[in-house]
């Protein structure tokens, strides 16, 4: 996936972010198999786990079985078809979701080759906010960032200030 670039900006905000919020001590499910992500945050000292690559969309297992403090979801929501029973079955207290925010200058992303690697979703701030609200959680704290590429042309100087990425770390609600 990485092949070419690495998105250095992306993942040290999102260390940041992380880290502003939950010690090293904390116990991570990160959804997703491990990736050049889950693998810095094993290297800064987080206790992370993975799942292992099964439809999130059809078995949310994982959920009943893997006992954790913090669920993350860098980069998954966008892919799925139903966010909605996956945030409900989480039964961790704390939340942290990042996704590509859509772009009203570019369409969904969709690669031919690997039918994982696709966007069902393009999400507006908006969206992932209340899709949180909807299923029991409570937004902490969110940030945006732009994701500048070094080419020329119109979508690029966009890029520039338009923001591509939003990240929220948010609570279960206590009923």
């Not at 945050?41 to 987080?46: A, D, I, L, N």
């Not at 669920?71 to 996704?99: G, M, Q």
């Amino acid at each position: 996936m990485y092949e070419k670039t690495f998105p250095n900006k992306r993942f040290k905000h999102t260390l940041e972010f992380l880290n502003k919020h939950i010690t090293i001590t904390s116990t991570i499910l990160d959804l997703g198999v491990e990736n050049p992500f889950s693998k810095i945050m094993k290297k800064e000292g987080f206790r992370v786990n993975n799942t292992t690559g099964e439809d999130l969309d059809n078995d949310q297992t994982i959920f009943q079985s893997e006992k954790t403090d913090v669920v993350t979801a860098f980069e998954i929501f966008e892919h799925l078809l139903n966010p909605y029973t996956i945030l409900s079955e989480i039964k961790a207290d704390k939340l942290f979701i990042s996704v590509p925010l859509r772009l009203w200058f570019s369409p969904a992303y969709r690669s031919k080759t690997d039918m994982w690697d696709r966007h069902y979703h393009e999400f507006e701030d908006w969206q992932l906010d209340w899709l949180l609200e909807k299923t029991g959680w409570k937004i902490i704290d969110r940030q945006k960032w732009t994701n500048p590429v070094k080419k020329f042309g119109i979508r690029p100087l966009l890029r520039k200030f338009t923001p591509r990425y939003y990240i929220v770390y948010a609570e279960k609600i206590k009923i």
